[in-house]
């Protein structure tokens, strides 16, 4: 725990966004932990709403995000399905902290969320054509593609194969970009408990989260579909497809996968 003079100071710290870094480098996890900053709200085109304050507050965030999984935290934060646990997927002792939180499976897989197309090939073999990673990413889908060297030994150690995630969602591209490596994602919930579009959903797991990213509702908490995630769609066989998970965007993936690229449907695994 944090004595009284440096939890002040670190109070004092949050409003330069540097509270949540210091906190998990330093590994005090106790007072600090669960510090939430909100995004201010972007218009409906995605820019941000206004002048110089709100962009500094912005790249604040970012970098309150970023400093905080290179410190070895776990971090919530919004994406463009549901709200997100991640980690940097290089990290051993991160990718082990994020697995005990949620409860997960250890024979469940995370995916990787990346910040742009061009970073695929650094960690995986793509045997797809670029145009189709283009059509579908950024985007609601996670493509599960052949995993190249680069990427840790201990993500996903029982599987060739890794899922591809890039929100479409500004906040986590740029936190991805500014960590200038893979980042473990998974959602914000306990494994027995449904996805969460609000941040107080999963508030029972902030006490242990170096930073919650509170980027205000995502979709419509009343509609069942918005809490499907992400469409995983298999691309590691050539010429083929294979739905894993139906998710919010399944009509649109696959006839984009079948009338622009003529790919064909293998059954899922029963």
Not at 30 to 51: F, H, I, K, N
Not at 67 to 73: D, N, P, S, V
Not at 227 to 241: M, Q, Y
Request: overall charge positive; hydrophobic content about 45%.
């Amino acid at each position: 725990m944090l004595c009284g003079a440096r939890l002040r100071a670190a109070m004092l710290a949050l409003e330069g966004g540097a509270a949540a870094a210091a906190a998990a480098a330093a590994g005090e996890r106790g007072a600090c932990a669960g510090r939430v900053t909100r995004l201010a709200p972007r218009g409906p085109d995605g820019s941000a709403g206004g002048e110089s304050e709100a962009s500094s507050s912005e790249a604040a965030a970012v970098g309150a995000a970023a400093a905080a999984l290179r410190a070895g935290g776990l971090v919530a934060l919004p994406t463009d399905t549901v709200y997100g646990l991640a980690c940097l997927a290089q990290d051993p002792r991160a990718l082990a902290g994020l697995y005990r939180l949620k409860g997960r499976d250890g024979s469940k897989p995370l995916a990787v969320c990346l910040p742009d197309v061009p970073h695929v090939y650094r960690y995986c073999k793509v045997r797809v054509p670029e145009q189709l990673l283009r059509d579908l990413l950024p985007g609601p889908v996670t493509l599960v593609l052949e995993r190249a060297e680069a990427l840790h030994k201990e993500l996903n150690p029982f599987t060739p194969l890794v899922g591809i995630r890039i929100p479409s969602h500004w906040f986590i591209k740029e936190v991805a970009k500014a960590c200038a490596g893979p980042l473990a994602l998974t959602s914000a919930n306990l494994s027995d408990r449904a996805s969460s579009l609000v941040v107080t959903e999963f508030q029972e797991l902030w006490p242990h989260l170096a930073l919650i990213v509170d980027g205000g509702p995502i979709g419509d908490a009343q509609s069942p579909v918005c809490r499907l995630g992400s469409t995983v769609v298999d691309l590691s066989v050539p010429g083929k497809f294979k739905v894993i998970r139906p998710g919010c965007a399944l009509s649109q993936t696959v006839e984009i996968l079948v009338s622009k690229y003529g790919l064909t449907s293998d059954p899922p695994s029963s």
